[in-house]
């Protein structure tokens, strides 16, 4: 019985911690958006994604291998990118190590 309502109680405290998280973070993004900068940003953010939507939609119907082939060379990149940093920070550590 005294297990059942530790379980009880931790879930309750979850929802209530979940509760509170959730509501915390609507009502800052609903602060935010009372300061005309925020705003300001907020739409100028959506128009941009906007207009590069637009731009690769037409890319895509006028020649699809090149938009993907610059995919592609993108992912490539970033995988390349994300395994130099990688390197260096194995080599950091290995340095810390030796160091000491």
Same mark, same amino acid.
């Given at each position: 019985?005294k297990?059942?309502?530790? @379980? *009880? %109680?931790?879930?309750?405290? =979850?929802?209530?911690i979940?509760?509170? *998280?959730?509501?915390?973070?609507?009502?800052?993004?609903?602060?935010?958006?009372?300061?005309?900068? +925020? &705003?300001?940003?907020?739409?100028?953010?959506?128009?941009?994604?906007?207009?590069? +939507? @637009?731009? *690769?939609?037409?890319?895509?119907?006028?020649?699809?291998? %090149? $938009?993907?082939?610059?995919?592609?060379?993108? +992912?490539? &990149? $970033?995988?390349?990118?994300?395994?130099?940093?990688?390197? *260096?920070?194995?080599?950091?550590?290995?340095?810390? =190590? +030796?160091?000491k």
């Open positions: 019985m297990e059942q309502v530790y @379980k *009880t %109680e931790k879930f309750a405290n =979850r929802d209530f979940k509760g509170v *998280t959730i509501g915390t973070i609507i009502g800052g993004v609903a602060i935010s958006m009372l300061n005309l900068g +925020t &705003r300001t940003k907020v739409n100028k953010l959506t128009k941009d994604i906007k207009k590069i +939507t @637009k731009n *690769t939609a037409v890319k895509l119907q006028n020649n699809p291998s %090149e $938009v993907k082939n610059n995919y592609i060379n993108g +992912t490539k &990149r $970033v995988f390349s990118a994300v395994e130099a940093l990688n390197n *260096t920070i194995e080599k950091a550590i290995i340095n810390q =190590r +030796t160091s």
